[in-house]
């Protein structure tokens, strides 16, 4: 009753004219698409009872109104079977039966007479009767063969069949040795002493700068400056 006089009070025209109560009151139009279709279906959140990872984290039900003490909604949950009230809703009130799709110019068939009228295309295509046609149409129907060959021929054999199985990682030892250093060096001095750990140094500054991170300025007098510390691992 609440939401019919709230209704009724924005979509009564004032006698004699085509404005609403509400629009003449308000000075703007009325608009109620904020309410929902009593009876539709609704989806609550599951944040009253503990729910571990794998639960579902809403709960299926009925829409049934809106509370007189809050901005809530008025639900029926059909998981627990109790009316209740929640903010956290979401209500499918737009949801409708699938209309099957008509295109301009092509008749609609049931399912079986679709089926007959393609056999009997089919059939007209090929120059082959309706019987064989239908006989081809099952086959096709039962979707790829799964036969499998046991043999493989050794002419489309890629590779050597006898050198054995080479996986990613013995690839790539090799690939990555010939850009890799040979060391780690535990600090800045033991880096200098090689040609590839200087070029890395370089670059990562070269990126920091190319980036702006930061601005060399002097150090403030009676400041403490945190350090930095260069951490070498190869990748």
């Known amino acids: ?35 929902h279709v009593f009876g539709s279906k609704c989806y609550i ?10 639960d ?20 029926y949950n059909n998981r627990t079977q109790v009316v209740m009230e929640s ?24 399912e079986t007479s679709l089926q007959e009228k393609m056999i009997h295309e089919t059939a007209i295509e090929s120059g082959t009767n309706s019987e064989e046609a239908e006989v081809n149409n099952i086959e096709m ?6 036969i499998v060959q046991k043999n493989h021929p050794q002419e489309l054999i890629i590779g050597d069949p006898d050198q054995g199985i ?8 090799v690939s ?24 890395a140094m370089q670059e990562e500054l070269n990126q920091f700068k190319r980036s702006e991170v930061w601005d060399l300025v002097p150090r403030p007098n009676g400041i403490n400056v945190i350090g930095t510390k260069w951490i070498y691992k190869n990748k």
């Open 1 to 35: 009753m609440n939401t019919a006089c709230h209704v009724h009070n924005r979509v009564t025209l004032r006698a004699g004219t085509a404005t609403t109560l509400y629009e003449l009151w308000k000075e703007k139009k009325p608009t109620v698409k904020y309410l």
């Open 45 to 54: 959140l599951a944040d009253r009872d503990y729910r571990r990872k794998m």
């Open 56 to 75: 579902p984290k809403s709960d299926e039900g009925i829409f049934l109104g809106y509370s007189t003490n809050n901005r809530a909604y008025r639900v």
């Open 87 to 110: 903010i956290n809703v979401v209500i499918d009130d737009v949801a409708k039966e699938p209309v099957p799709e008509v295109v301009p110019g092509v008749e609609a068939y049931p």
């Open 141 to 146: 129907s039962k979707g790829p063969s799964i």
């Open 166 to 173: 080479r996986t990613k990682r013995t690839n790539n030892i």
């Open 176 to 199: 990555n040795s010939c850009s890799v250093s040979k060391f780690e060096p535990k600090n800045v001095k033991e880096a200098l002493t090689d040609d590839f750990w200087i070029e």
